[in-house]
């Protein structure tokens, strides 16, 4: 975790400390491993200029990497359908072509975060660990962020969970749609151009624009 979000989010050590005992007494493997599980939240919070909600990580082992839809450079040619989803919309919206690699560490480090509400999930079990007191803290990041960045934040909600922290985006630059997932996507999310609208929001607030094919 970057120095700038441990003090932002150090009221959040007890929370933190209370899920790491859970998670230690889990009788099955979760996803991602440890040393990843905070992996969004290593870039500064300073450097964030798109915030990208994701739901939970994939529960197939060794597929999620601490990047809300990305998967390890490793998982191919076959991806997650809803990343394939995405990488469609990419080349539907920017007219340009995409790799079908999909790590996603690229747009990473352009400044986009990718932020699961909840960040880990057991193998097999998708949602397993929505009780277990990861959107209490996800909602804390989100909130510090807008607090941060006002409107030079672009914020992309794709489906219901993701739109539940609307709220704690007050004064962002709010982009919403249906979630890229194989049932919603036809109803809402092709088409929807978040990549070429985001791009906009942000030249249009002196921010540079994200190069989302590469």
């Given at each position: 975790?970057h120095s700038t979000w441990q003090?932002?989010?150090?009221?959040?050590?007890?929370?933190?400390?209370?899920?790491?005992?859970?998670?230690?007494?889990?009788?099955?493997?979760?996803?991602?491993?440890?040393?990843?599980?905070?992996?969004?939240?290593?870039?500064?919070?300073?450097?964030?200029?798109?915030?990208?909600?994701?739901?939970?990580?994939?529960?197939?082992?060794?597929?999620?990497?601490?990047?809300?839809?990305?998967?390890?450079?490793?998982?191919?040619?076959?991806?997650?359908?809803?990343?394939?989803?995405?990488?469609?919309?990419?080349?539907?919206?920017?007219?340009?072509?995409?790799?079908?690699?999909?790590?996603?560490?690229?747009?990473?480090?352009?400044?986009?975060?990718?932020?699961?509400?909840?960040?880990?999930?057991?193998?097999?079990?998708?949602?397993?660990?929505?009780?277990?007191?990861?959107?209490?803290?996800?909602?804390?990041?989100?909130?510090?962020?807008?607090?941060?960045?006002?409107?030079?934040?672009?914020?992309?909600?794709?489906?219901?969970?993701?739109?539940?922290?609307?709220?704690?985006?007050?004064?962002?630059?709010?982009?919403?749609?249906?979630?890229?997932?194989?049932?919603?996507?036809?109803?809402?999310?092709?088409?929807?151009?978040?990549?070429?609208?985001?791009?906009?929001?942000?030249?249009?607030?002196?921010?540079?624009?994200?190069?989302?094919?590469?």
């Open positions: 975790m003090h932002a989010l150090g009221d959040c050590r007890d929370l933190l400390l209370l899920m790491e005992v859970s998670l230690a007494g889990e009788n099955r493997k979760y996803m991602p491993i440890d040393q990843r599980i905070m992996r969004a939240l290593e870039i500064s919070m300073d450097d964030v200029k798109v915030l990208i909600i994701g739901q939970d990580p994939y529960p197939t082992k060794d597929v999620a990497i601490g990047l809300a839809f990305a998967v390890d450079l490793e998982v191919e040619p076959k991806l997650p359908r809803s990343l394939q989803n995405i990488l469609k919309e990419v080349r539907d919206d920017l007219g340009s072509r995409v790799r079908r690699k999909g790590d996603l560490t690229k747009w990473a480090a352009q400044g986009v975060m990718l932020l699961n509400r909840h960040l880990t999930t057991p193998v097999g079990r998708a949602g397993g660990h929505e009780n277990l007191g990861w959107a209490r803290f996800t909602d804390r990041v989100v909130e510090e962020l807008a607090k941060r960045q006002g409107d030079k934040l672009v914020s992309i909600l794709w489906g219901k969970q993701a739109a539940e922290v609307e709220p704690l985006l007050v004064g962002t630059q709010i982009f919403k749609s249906a979630h890229p997932s194989p049932l919603s996507a036809a109803r809402g999310f092709f088409g929807s151009k978040p990549f070429s609208k985001a791009n906009e929001a942000l030249l249009n607030v002196g921010r540079k624009p994200v190069r989302w094919d590469s």
